[in-house]
């Protein structure tokens, strides 16, 4: 069954609540998860509905139960294997995110064309030289890219990865980029996030 | 009029492609844009009506105006003073995205509790001691903070943040902040965002 997209995210953002019960918290409600999140209670009950989960009763639902569900539905255990493109400020936060690991994203290493990064480790990853990218797609199989490059790059390095057998690219850039049509591309739109938080509010 | 999170966001990707024409192209089709971002010429069409944009004609919409158009709806020239709490690798690769200012956020200074960073400045932005937070938000009539610290202390700082003054909170960690309800927060969700990228597509 297919989960739209809005329900995956809010189901990560329950998962982060369950992470974070104490131990002697066996139960929770989805009155709980609502507030927490500022959301309709009924948003949350119709969420959990996607899931193969029957460990409701009425004080709650099972925490432990629910985690698991969340896990199985989303795919934690299915590892992804992903190299980072760009070793910069970005590209290196993403690569010290250890919580990635457990939610199924596994970096393998990272790419840039800087002399000074290539050859060093960032958090066990090694950054190598943004040419030899083909050479260690077909070695390690590995289809998903994470661009973190200047904007100014973008465009060129995504076709370099395109061509180098890429076919997913997590795009942090702020570029829409133009790739042959097998690539998918996922826009990680920060500065559209921002305008959709400050709209919304008249901050 | 209130706009759909869904197309603020869009109408954010149509700005970075219309950012990238080349001087000599004066129109842009639905229909390029529609393709560059593998959605439907209809949506293209629908997302730009909630823009006070007359300009289009047979050709296109003429680019300059569509561009201005959409920066005047989502208040491109309104200035958001904001704070960044963290001055790690994320905080810093935020710190330094310069093409924030272009969209109306402008980040005045950051904080951290780290003796090694408070001092320093990052792309022309001051790290200041993380006590100093609500002397500076009064000072400076700040209301937004974009967190980028370690989850485990992402719950007890959003709180030190509310009682500090703070009123919207970005909120860059996996964590589901518990904040007063005068707070708003606006979770970027980066696992929800990697597990709905990946679990439309079966990587």
């Not at 809005?6 to 507030?35: C, G, M, P, W």
């Not at 199985?72 to 590892?79: E, I, R, T, W, Y």
């Not at 970005?90 to 690991?101: M, R």
Request: proline fraction near 2%; aromatic fraction near 10%; glycine fraction near 6%.
């Amino acid at each position: 069954m297919s989960i739209p997209d809005k329900v995956v995210n809010r189901l990560a953002l329950y998962h982060f609540i369950l992470e974070d019960l104490k131990d002697d918290e066996q139960y929770i409600s989805s009155t709980k998860i609502a507030q927490l999140l500022n959301i309709d209670n009924s948003q949350v009950r119709k969420d959990i509905k996607y899931l193969d989960n029957s460990g409701k009763c009425r004080v709650g639902y099972d925490a432990r139960r629910l985690k698991k569900a969340i896990e199985d539905c989303l795919g934690f255990q299915q590892k992804k294997d992903a190299f980072i493109i760009g070793a910069g400020n970005l590209g290196s936060a993403l690569a010290k995110y250890d919580s990635f690991q457990d939610y199924g994203l596994n970096i393998l290493a990272m790419f840039d064309n800087d002399p000074k990064k290539i050859g060093t480790t960032i958090n066990g990853k090694e950054v190598f030289n943004l040419t030899k990218v083909g050479n260690l797609v077909r070695r390690l199989n590995v289809e998903i890219a994470i661009l973190t490059i200047p904007r100014e790059y973008a465009k060129g390095v995504a076709l370099y990865l395109a061509g180098a057998g890429i076919k997913y690219i997590w795009n942090f850039t702020p570029c829409v980029l133009d790739v042959p049509s097998d690539v998918k591309v996922w826009n990680e739109n920060l500065i559209g996030s921002f305008l959709q938080f400050t709209n919304n509010d008249e901050v």
